[in-house]
């Protein structure tokens, strides 16, 4: 059994390094040599708290404490001014301390000394200063005297007797008791609110059985003060209405209430009526906050424990008796005074290096930041060429010696403020070795060993170590360099013995130290003790065979059942076994050979069973093996291990097979997994190992009956890392998402990480193109990546390649993904066809886009005539076919039909239509009354006013003869005063087909209307009409006109109606 050898360690000592380009901090070790001979600005250790109450009975302490070398002075400020200590006879501070006492054993008043302190501990490198402490003296005011009337009331009715105690500092807490000093009995019908009142939701005659006294008890001077009692008279009547809650507190259906983050809130509602209501609580929008909310005071107050911002709402409270319900809303806001974010850290730097301080704070209001440097504004103090100031965060370059202080940082809002001291100090330090001088550590072959070689120095030192002398440093292979000194050997072998040297150096000097290591063989027992069954009376030896280190002194020792074994004349211990002489019951158990050294030890365990000779020979029962044990590994290599375990008894059952199992505690630490299976006929085999895997084994022994207990672990063995060798599996690219891909994959196993920071190369680029790869790199602990702004359904080449520290896996295979689908579009040429009364033939064709992979049609239809429709028919098609045979069940209805495209996103737009109509309905009309039909209506009225025109011209053309004056332009209508022209007049015949120039406008503005209505013929395309749904027939309109004639009229009168009727005139 190898034992991992301790190695002395330096308690106390931490050395942190911080490799930020800007930001190298330095923490002094503890050693007490370090601290006494380093300059430290001070730092308060010990303050009061901000809000100080003390008893008026006792002396004042104001406590202020603060270390730093040389050791710090101290002062005070009492309402921001100077407080000379030394002047009140009464004031004295502590010795090595800015502890104020205030002694009053001579005279004096405490409130007197009542105000705001602040303590200032001063050295040669800067001033820290105190919160400010606001002390107050404990007040427990006397009870106004006051005559009570006699409170009458009916019953039935609500009652409120109030407390109003008088204001103590801090308050007092209140309680309610009859004169003679009993409590009163409070109940869900009478209780005491969070104010002190004292609630009757309603009263009864025994309430007057009674008097109320309201109590306050003062903490601080441990006094209780009593009110003068009310005297209760209650009326009664016959029999008590039944009422409806009503809030007696709070008042309203309305209230609002503020509390700070961090405190508890208490929210109360305290309600009349008859019978008493009950309360139930509720928040808007979402439940109580769980595992903080407790009712109190019988389900009338809701506490909820330490608020944060997300507590913020509306709650409301439900007061339900069997008349009815009320409910109130308390709306809740949460503030919160300011509360650390990065609060500023002390900062110890040498000269020439950067550094800063960081103080961020949060609050509701978002609080204020404000910089002191020893106690004074920043802004007033001397400048400093290599500080820069920029809001919450103060930066040092190139800082020198002499620039060392205190700085403070102020975060305040309306509700309270934080302050912080963080020095800033600048050191030269020569390095220094922390370890003891000249160490001997031994340390058990192939285990891991650490040298350790503590420094400090200012600047931060750099270390190396050598070995016997050589000048090449030690790190990487099979050593490892730590930045706190210790080298880290990761498997101990012979030629790692010798002188190990330690060096740090910094600008200032250097400093070196020497490790003697020695490495030394495993203590092993080679021959160890076997189970046994001797019978009664007879001698039995156990045999130990042990090797060691010669150089290490060897002890071999006994365990009977885990506890020592008692030596004597019957039980003798030999040089390599144990003879127990005429065994008897008592000696059967379990015995454990020990071999031990002063760096490790090994055991082996064996059972005795002891036979009773006189007893017939019976079948033992069998059971399952015990458990293996004293696993030990050996033959340590890069890639491979021998595991050898000693057999438990197998409980008169052969064991058949062994389990070998590991854990490994980087990624799935705790869980045990299957290695390797061998027959039961060994104890030992070698294990094949994975890179860079910190390996624990432990082994199952497997028999007829069942399987052992695991045995107990063995000690953990880490292999060296490697570049991966496999790559993930299951890689895959699914959209989900019309323009995305979501490439996922199946990471790597622990035992296939190989190495430190597993990453993973997710490359991708869209198939059949020329376009480059392009690739994004994740965390090994990611199994997805999605790609976005894809196009819809489009195939992408993907590979997923893992890579760590040592390097990447082999080139990972391509494997076709899809990026994200969308609906389909609508079929194309959707036809519907009625070839007979019988059957109604569909058909279509693909869609133009499928925007994914088409999985099917779904048409679904419906019969209808007229107003009336039947059920929704739906059938589903495969996507490959494009025709559908529907068989009519009834020949006079006509049939809509809904066909849409499916994909695995869903169904796509529609292409609808209508079966034509049947023949018998489309050619056989039932016959209707023509003198009621609107056409045949407005055909005749239409003559009759044709027939009226005409007979106007007629009488126009009488009465006016036959010339007529005209003007130029024939397109302007006569005015009077162009009755006559100079031109003269002409004659008007027939033959020139022009209208009156003077009624043109208005008889050609009333035939235009009536031209306004729409005609089939006009808008017919010359093809085949189709019906309605009702019937009726719809035409397809497309204007078409006589181009001729058109394009030899290019004035409107030439089509005009009114032309026409003037010519035939």
């Not at 072998?493 to 290591?517: F, H, I, M, P, S």
Request: hydrophobic share 30%; net charge negative; charged share 25%.
């Amino acid at each position: 059994m190898v034992m991992q050898r301790y190695l002395l360690t330096y308690i106390g000592v931490v050395l942190t390094l911080n490799l930020h380009h800007l930001i190298r901090a330095i923490d002094v070790p503890r050693d007490p040599s370090i601290q006494e001979s380093l300059h430290q600005p001070p730092t308060i250790t010990k303050q009061s708290v901000k809000n100080y109450i003390v008893d008026p009975r006792d002396n004042i302490f104001i406590e202020c404490e603060a270390k730093g070398n040389p050791v710090p002075t101290f002062s005070w400020t009492r309402n921001g001014k100077f407080f000379n200590v030394a002047k009140d006879p009464r004031v004295s501070m502590r010795h090595w301390s800015g502890t104020l006492a205030v002694d009053f054993r001579s005279g004096g008043r405490p409130e007197d000394y009542e105000g705001e302190y602040q303590c200032f501990a001063r050295n040669d490198f800067g001033t820290a200063i105190s919160n400010k402490i606001f002390l107050q003296v404990s007040k427990s005011p006397l009870w106004p005297k006051e005559n009570l009337d006699i409170q009458e009331v009916h019953e039935g009715a609500q009652l409120i007797l109030a407390c109003n105690p008088p204001p103590g500092l801090p308050p007092p807490a209140i309680f309610w008791m009859s004169s003679s000093m009993e409590p009163i009995h409070q109940d869900k019908r009478v209780s005491q609110g969070h104010n002190g009142d004292l609630y009757f939701s309603n009263v009864l005659q025994e309430d007057s059985q009674t008097d109320y006294s309201c109590n306050a008890r003062f903490a601080f001077t441990h006094t209780i003060q009593q009110k003068n009692p009310y005297t209760l008279k209650v009326l009664t009547t016959r029999g008590i209405t039944e009422r409806h809650p009503s809030f007696m507190y709070p008042i309203g259906t309305i209230s609002s209430q503020m509390v700070l983050r961090g405190e508890d809130l208490l929210l109360e509602c305290i309600a009349s009526g008859v019978p008493t209501p009950g309360i139930m609580w509720h928040k808007k929008g979402g439940d109580l906050p769980a595992g903080r909310t407790k009712l109190e005071n019988f389900d009338k107050a809701l506490h909820i424990a330490n608020v944060s911002e997300e507590d913020s709402g509306e709650y409301f409270c439900l007061a339900s008796n069997k008349v009815g319900t009320s409910r109130h809303t308390i709306s809740v806001r949460v503030k919160a005074a300011p509360f650390w974010l990065d609060e500023p850290e002390n900062l110890i730097l040498a000269p020439g290096e950067d550094g800063r301080l960081v103080c961020q704070a949060n609050g509701n209001p978002k609080p204020s930041i404000q910089w002191l440097v020893n106690g004074e504004p920043i802004e007033s103090s001397a400048p400093n060429p290599s500080r820069e100031v920029t809001g919450d965060t103060i930066m040092f370059r190139d800082i020198q010696s002499g620039s060392s202080a205190v700085y403070q940082c102020n975060a305040s809002n309306e509700h309270g403020y934080l302050l912080a001291n963080a020095f800033v100090s600048v050191l030269d330090v020569i390095p220094r070795i922390l370890a003891p001088r000249n160490q001997l550590i031994k340390v058990i072959l192939n285990n891991r060993t650490l040298l350790n070689c503590p420094f400090f120095g200012s600047p931060i030192p750099t270390l190396r170590w050598f070995k016997n002398g050589q000048g090449s440093t030690l790190h990487g292979g099979n050593y490892k360099a730590h930045e706190n000194g210790t080298l880290e050997i990761i498997r101990a072998r012979k030629e790692d013995q010798g002188t190990y040297t330690c060096v740090a150096t910094n600008l200032l000097g250097k400093a070196q130290n020497q490790v003697r290591l020695e490495i030394k063989d495993p203590t092993r027992i080679v021959d160890g003790p076997k189970d046994a069954v001797p019978k009664k009376g007879s001698t039995v030896y156990l045999v130990c065979r042990t090797r060691h280190d010669p150089t290490l002194r060897l002890t071999v020792s006994w365990l009977k059942d885990d506890v020592p074994l008692y030596l004597g004349t019957r039980i003798r211990k030999e040089d390599d076994g144990l003879t127990i002489y005429g065994v008897s019951e008592k000696d059967q158990g379990y015995y454990t050979c020990v071999a031990s050294t002063e760096l490790d030890k090994d055991t082996a365990r064996a059972h005795l069973t002891i036979l009773d000779p006189f007893l017939n020979r019976m079948t033992l029962p069998k059971a399952r093996p015990d458990r293996p044990r004293d696993l030990e590994l050996t033959d340590l290599s890069e890639r491979s291990v021998r595991l050898t375990w000693i057999p438990g008894d197998d409980n008169n059952s052969p064991i058949t097979d062994y389990i070998v199992e590991f854990e490994e505690d980087r990624y799935e630490p705790g869980r045990w997994q299957n290695h390797s299976r061998y027959p039961g006929s060994v104890n030992s085999a070698v294990l094949r190992l994975a890179p860079y895997v910190n390996y624990q084994f432990r082994v199952i022994a497997v028999n007829e009956v069942g399987s052992s207990y695991p045995s107990l672990p063995s000690e953990r063995y880490h292999t060296n890392g490697a570049r991966p060798e496999y790559n993930p599996t299951g890689v895959k690219g699914a959209g989900t998402a019309k323009n995305n891909m979501v490439i996922s994959w199946t990471p790597l196993s622990a035992t296939q990480v190989y190495g430190p920071n597993l990453r993973y190369i997710v490359k991708w680029r869209r198939r059949d193109t020329r376009e480059s790869w392009s690739n994004r790199t994740v965390k090994g602990d990611i199994s997805q990546y999605t790609v976005t702004q894809t196009p819809i359904y489009t195939p992408y080449e993907i590979k997923v390649q893992a890579v760590n520290d040592y390097g990447m896996a082999p080139e990972a295979d391509t494997v076709i993904g899809y990026s994200g689908e969308d609906l389909p579009s609508g079929p194309r040429y959707f036809r519907i066809r009625q070839p007979n009364l019988e059957t109604i033939t569909l058909e279509w064709e693909h869609p133009e886009h499928p925007n994914g992979n088409l999985i099917g049609y779904t048409l679904r239809y419906q019969a209808f005539n007229g107003s009336k429709t039947g059920r929704t028919v739906v059938e589903n098609f495969s996507p490959n076919q494009t025709r559908f045979l529907l068989q009519r069940t009834d020949p006079i209805s006509r049939y809509r039909f809904n066909l849409r495209s499916r994909s695995q996103i869903g169904e796509g737009e529609p292409a609808i239509g209508e079966s034509p109509l049947p023949l018998n309905e489309a050619y056989t009309k039932p016959p209707r009354d023509i003198a009621t039909q609107g056409w045949f209506i407005g055909l005749m009225c239409a003559i009759a006013l044709l027939v009226l025109i005409l007979l106007i011209v007629c009488f126009i053309k009488r009465s006016r003869g036959g010339k007529y004056p005209v003007r130029e332009n024939k397109d302007v209508p006569l005015d009077p005063d162009d009755q006559k022209v100079d031109n003269g007049s002409f004659d008007y015949s027939d033959e020139d087909n022009k209208p009156l120039q003077g009624s043109q406008t208005s008889l050609d503005g009333t035939i235009k209307q009536q031209e306004s209505d729409d005609s089939l013929v006009d808008y017919g395309e010359g093809g085949e009409g189709q019906f309605n749904e009702d019937g009726s027939f719809i035409g397809q309109y497309t204007v078409k006109k006589d181009k001729e004639e058109t394009e030899g009229n290019e004035s409107s009168e030439a089509t005009s109606p009114v032309n026409a009727i003037y010519s035939l005139a």
